[in-house]
């Protein structure tokens, strides 16, 4: 198999901890097949990718889903992101690219597809880390990546999606009480987000299965099947 060259967004922390974040994602996606660039904030948007992969980070500028902050609850936004990620999400859905979109990257996919955001979760917060079990829906691209089983996955998250505010197109896969886990676009023919972060595997990364980040080789797989994509 060809390796894809998957475009990564990333923040510009130098943080110990924003630079281990990226390195999670880059070494998921190498070990899934991928040749990885990473896209952060302000930079020019790759043309010649298989595949787009949203990740994790702060909260998204309400403005860009047509609310307003009243309560001041957002954190971290960072609006040079927020562009980027919209601008290379929509390109990649005008030229049916596979995308997978983790946490941020998950809620940025549902803004894409006219969504909207709940922006503050009764007793949830983006430092806490809480494990939990979801069940994919039968015959989801998440079920063929990770089966349909219970999976142990974490949240570090206090915006949500829930059914009320879901984008266009988008099918609900995974559910934890009330709030939307997963989805998967109906109209592409490989668009999936992720609450929760596939790349943070086994014990010493927050206990997800390691069937959780089967969801990277199923995107890698998929992506090789792309056609090189130049200006």
Known sequence: MTRPRIALTTSNSQTPEG????????????????????????????????????SGGGDIA??????ADPDD????????RDRTELDMAHRALE???????VCRGFQMLNVAFDGTLVQDVSGHRA?????????????????????????T???RHHQAVTRAVLGRALRPTAFVGDLVEAFESTEHRWIVGVQWHPE?????????????????????????RSPIRTP
Do not use: M, W
């Not at 990885?36 to 020019?44: C, D, L, M, N």
């Not at 609850?73 to 040079?80: I, K, L, Q, T």
């Not at 030229?95 to 979109?101: H, I, N, W």
């Open 95 to 101: 030229q049916d690219l596979p995308v997978l979109g």
């Open 62 to 67: 309400p403005g860009e889903y047509g609310a």
């Open 153 to 155: 996955v974490n949240s």
């Open 200 to 224: 943070r595997v086994g014990a010493d990364e927050e206990g997800v299965d390691d069937n959780a980040a089967g969801i990277f080789a199923s995107f890698v797989k998929e992506a090789a």
């Open 73 to 80: 609850v957002c954190r971290d936004v960072d609006e040079a």
């Open 19 to 54: 630079i281990a974040a990226r390195r999670r994602y880059v070494r998921a996606l190498e070990r899934a097949g991928a040749d990885v660039i990473e896209v952060p904030p302000g930079s020019r948007v790759p043309q010649d990718i298989a595949g787009l992969c949203l």
């Open 127 to 151: 430092t806490d880390h809480v494990t939990h079990v979801v069940v994919p829906a039968k015959d989801s691209r998440l079920a063929d990546a990770c089966g349909e089983g219970e999976i």
